[in-house]
């Protein structure tokens, strides 16, 4: 997203054109076909295809194959951001290998792509790219997208209507001591109004509350529900079936390789630090929130660029030392 936008030029990028564009990639698809794909309503398919056309990404024509029906269909600049998207995902990945390892982020890429031909989501891939496109990290969106239907049906079944995808932005991030929006809005990327629109839908249905911030008498921190607890729960029970499905598809041994490396890599990335970990109050002299988001956001460049172990070693050379009494 940060590359596409700023050094590319593609403005009004959101996250969830991502797997809309994937899916019609090489040719058009009526929108009900690409509703049903993304677990979403007609009208939420829609909606997100009209946001995708002003944006100059999408197009609309008639099917030829059936006069009432339109196709939903990538513009030239629409094509030709799906594909400078894919070099992006590609060369980022060289950064990923270097955090993991080159073997086993090669056998990880692998068993993605095997999980995503197996999990029958429809293949949309340039044949220019070969298959790497497929063996790549960029397939974890479109598998995302599967895993959250799967776990919205097996909810559903539990009694929690009125779910729907885009909660998925907030739930899973309220952390044990709440959250506060633009913590999850800066790990989504996305706006503080469109998590706020998203956190009162969840109020409406129960799941959340809003209490007080004790650290901003403006703010405010959400926080689970009884009822948003149960769902959490019953979210966590409805995973063994997905572990078990993805289990049936790759082999036990090939499973735990691929959560071995997402673990690891997941934790090199520090993606939900500031809102899982304890962070302490502020003593005088420490550096202002502003300070420590600029240096937060440079560590994990740092992080990404360097790899682990040069990480570990630059972290060693910035220790304090003391030396004849001098720091």
Same mark, same amino acid.
């Given at each position: 997203?940060?590359?596409?936008?700023?050094?590319?030029?593609?403005?009004g990028?959101?996250?969830s054109?991502?797997?809309?564009?994937?899916?019609?990639?090489?040719?058009?698809?009526?929108?009900?076909?690409?509703?049903?794909?993304?677990?979403?309503?007609?009208?939420?398919? =829609?909606?997100?295809?009209?946001?995708?056309?002003?944006?100059?990404?999408?197009?609309?024509?008639?099917?030829?194959?059936?006069?009432?029906?339109?196709?939903?269909?990538?513009?030239?600049?629409?094509?030709?951001?799906?594909?400078?998207?894919?070099?992006?995902?590609?060369?980022?990945?060289?950064?990923?290998?270097?955090?993991?390892g080159?073997?086993?982020?090669?056998?990880?890429?692998?068993?993605?792509?095997?999980?995503?031909?197996?999990?029958?989501?429809?293949?949309?891939?340039?044949?220019?790219?070969?298959?790497?496109?497929?063996?790549?990290?960029?397939?974890?969106?479109?598998?995302?997208?599967?895993?959250?239907?799967?776990l919205?049906?097996?909810?559903?079944?539990?009694?929690?209507?009125?779910?729907?995808? =885009?909660?998925?932005?907030?739930?899973?991030?309220?952390?044990?001591?709440?959250?506060?929006?633009?913590?999850?809005?800066?790990?989504?990327?996305?706006?503080?109004?469109?998590?706020?629109?998203?956190?009162?839908?969840?109020?409406?249905?129960?799941?959340?509350?809003?209490?007080?911030?004790?650290?901003?008498?403006?703010?405010?921190?959400?926080?689970?529900?009884?009822?948003?607890?149960?769902?959490?729960?019953?979210?966590?029970?409805?995973?063994?079936?997905?572990?078990?499905?993805f289990?049936?598809?790759?082999?036990?041994?090939?499973?735990?390789?691929?959560?071995?490396?997402?673990?690891?890599?997941?934790?090199?990335?520090?993606?939900?630090?500031?809102?899982?970990?304890?962070?302490?109050?502020?003593?005088?002299?420490?550096?202002?929130?502003?300070?420590?988001?600029?240096?937060?956001?440079l560590?994990?460049?740092?992080?990404?660029?360097?790899?682990?172990?040069?990480?570990?070693?630059?972290?060693?050379?910035?220790?304090?030392?003391?030396?004849?009494?001098?720091?």
């Amino acid at each position: 997203m940060r590359s596409l936008a700023r050094e590319r030029g593609y403005r009004g990028l959101r996250p969830s054109f991502g797997p809309l564009l994937s899916l019609v990639w090489l040719q058009g698809r009526p929108l009900s076909g690409i509703a049903a794909q993304l677990g979403i309503s007609k009208q939420a398919c =829609s909606q997100l295809a009209s946001l995708a056309e002003q944006a100059g990404y999408l197009e609309r024509r008639p099917d030829p194959a059936d006069g009432r029906a339109r196709l939903v269909l990538l513009t030239p600049r629409g094509r030709k951001l799906v594909e400078q998207a894919v070099w992006v995902i590609l060369a980022s990945e060289s950064e990923y290998a270097q955090t993991v390892g080159p073997e086993p982020y090669g056998r990880f890429t692998d068993t993605l792509g095997r999980l995503y031909e197996g999990l029958g989501i429809p293949t949309h891939v340039d044949p220019a790219l070969g298959s790497s496109a497929s063996r790549s990290i960029g397939v974890l969106p479109l598998i995302v997208v599967r895993i959250q239907r799967l776990l919205m049906e097996a909810t559903r079944a539990r009694g929690h209507d009125g779910l729907k995808m =885009s909660h998925a932005q907030v739930l899973p991030l309220i952390g044990p001591g709440g959250s506060r929006v633009h913590q999850i809005a800066r790990v989504q990327r996305v706006s503080r109004q469109a998590i706020s629109a998203t956190a009162r839908d969840l109020e409406a249905l129960g799941y959340l509350r809003r209490d007080p911030d004790a650290l901003d008498r403006r703010g405010v921190v959400l926080r689970l529900t009884d009822a948003g607890e149960r769902l959490i729960r019953d979210c966590v029970a409805a995973l063994d079936g997905v572990d078990a499905s993805f289990r049936q598809i790759l082999g036990g041994a090939r499973l735990e390789q691929l959560c071995e490396v997402a673990r690891e890599l997941y934790q090199a990335l520090h993606l939900e630090e500031e809102i899982f970990e304890a962070r302490p109050e502020p003593q005088p002299g420490a550096v202002t929130d502003g300070e420590e988001s600029e240096i937060r956001q440079l560590a994990s460049a740092l992080r990404r660029r360097l790899g682990r172990r040069d990480t570990a070693r630059l972290a060693a050379l910035l220790e304090p030392r003391t030396t004849g009494g001098t720091t």
